[in-house]
Every structure is written in C-alpha cells, then in structure tokens.
C-alpha cells in the first residue's frame, strides 16, 4: 500500500488544490481496479480520514484506489457565491484521477461522514449512473433544515445557497431529488448513532427512500458525532461493497 499526495490546477477551480490517495501494491499491468471516493466533514480537510482512522489498514490488502479530496466547507456544492466543487468531485477529479492512477471508471464508490455524507450522498442521487454505491455516515441527509438552522452564519448560508436561501426542491435537496430517480440507482447504506443530532434526520431520509422503493442499508448503533463511529463505519462500508 501506498499513500500519496497529489497537487495539481484544477481547471474547474480555478486554483490549485490537493488530494491524498492510497494506492493497493499487487495491481498488475494493464489491471483495472474499483476506486472509492472519501469525503471530510465541514471541520475537517482532506487529511482526516488517514489522522483519525484505520482506512489505511482496512485497504492495505485489498484492490482499491482510495481518493480523499479537499473541498474547504463547500457542502461539496457548486456555490451560489465560491467554487463549483460539485462539480469538480462528480467530474473532473475522476477525470484526473483516471489518468494518474490504474482506476475503472465502470467501478467507482463514494462515501463521507457528516458535511461528506450529504456531499456523497448528492454526487450519487444526481449521477446515479456514475456509482455503484454511496455510503452516508451521520451525513446532514436534510439540507433544508439545515440551511434554516438559526445558529448557523447567514454569511456562510448565502455562499452555499445564495441570499433567497432557496433550497427545497432544488438539486441541492436530497429528499427532491431522491424522488427523481428512475432506473440504475447506486446502493445506499445510511448509519447514524443514535445519539447524533442529526439521528432523526437521517430517519427520515431512510424511510423516504424505502418508501420510494430505492435499495437503503441502515445502521445504527449508541454513539454520536464522533470519529470512533465513522472509523468502524468505513470498515463496515468496503464489507458493504465487498472490498
């Protein structure tokens, strides 16, 4: 296994930014293998699945590229005001990342936890056909409620979303555009710890879902907002996927 850094000028951003990647050792010429895209949370950065958790472990045996992006506290959104990173995490960081690294495009995964879940979550329900599976782990799964959280900076909700805060029924909400989908849909696996402040949230996204028939895992168990959750439930997310 092997652990990178990759720096590069994003055309989409307009910038340069980084992204840090793990790369399996017993890919042979010409191989082809799956690719899993792991999303930070609004606190953190591109580095904190490899700080706080075991990833590195769980995959140094296993065929997978594990691509961990940095997109600052975007919500992973093309923002009304700032940076397209919905974009740039759906479209060209697989482009570049196909080119640096042995990765088929027809096996690609994405997952995060809290602001990540809701990033991976959005990238897999707009562009079903591009994911196998997503998974979401105390992912903010209802936007709308919180873009009207009274403690959150207005400043920093009309940069997402701009100054009407319109945000119902856009693309930037998952309960909309769940609704939307027809034919391939990724498979979804929810988790949230019971005693999560965003519990009820992701409650309510997991029965709209099974109530539109689409293909939910659910896992929860006691625990909260905390790293020692997400890191058992990434190792439970690549058993999801049979990594």
Known sequence: MAIGKISFLSGTLGFTTSFNVLLPDTVQKGEKVPVLYLLHGLSDDHNMWLVRTS???????????????????????DMYYGDAY???????????????????????YIAGLSMGGYGALKAALCHPEQYMAVGSFSGVTDIVAFAKDANKSEKFLISLFGPDLKVKDTDNDLFYVAEGLKGKVPSIYLSCGTEDFLYYQNIRFKEHCLKLGLPVTYCEEPASHTWDFWDRQIKRFLEFIGI
Request: no cysteine; proline share 9%; charged share 25%.
């Open 55 to 77: 990833i590195e472990m769980y995959v140094r045996l296993k065929k997978i590229v594990v691509i961990m992006p940095e997109v600052q506290k975007s919500f992973y959104l």
């Open 86 to 108: 919905h974009t740039y995490i759906t479209k060209e960081l697989p482009e570049v990342s196909s080119k640096f690294f042995p990765i088929d495009p027809a096996r690609q």
